[in-house]
């Protein structure tokens, strides 16, 4: 089993930065790979950026690119999303996620959940 609870929500100007991190419980959790997710309100939950297992391979959702950058500190047991220039359409709930599955996942079909932290951007 595997627990996740994210932090570093909160309310930010556009152009501003983020940081948000996801604690996990359990040993396995080193050796899964992990993802971000995002829910507005009104839409459907949607792929922001994930990481394989090692941390060597990452990937981004179109929107995230350049701005976004996933990581994991696996001694810690804890994933990372650094957002930078923020923007009012990223307002969302922000979700991570862990698979044992091996790669970089994208769709929303990961094994564990955290209970979301909130992001919202004014303009």
């Known amino acids: 089993q595997v627990q996740l609870v994210e932090s570093g929500g909160g309310l930010v100007q556009a152009g501003g930065s983020l940081r948000l991190s996801c604690a996990a419980s359990g040993r396995t959790f080193s050796s899964y790979a992990m993802g971000w997710f995002r829910q507005a309100p009104g839409k459907e939950r949607e792929f922001v950026a994930g990481i394989n297992w090692s941390g060597a391979r990452t990937d981004y959702a179109d929107f995230g690119k350049g701005r976004f950058s996933i990581s994991r500190d696996r001694a810690k047991n804890t994933g990372y999303l650094q957002m930078n220039s923020l923007k009012p359409e990223d307002t969302a709930v922000y979700y991570c996620?862990?698979?044992?599955?091996?790669?970089?996942?994208?769709?929303?079909?990961?094994?564990?959940w955290g209970q979301g932290t909130q992001v919202t951007v004014s303009s």
């Open positions: 996620a862990a698979d044992p599955r091996s790669g970089v996942l994208k769709k929303d079909d990961y094994d564990y």
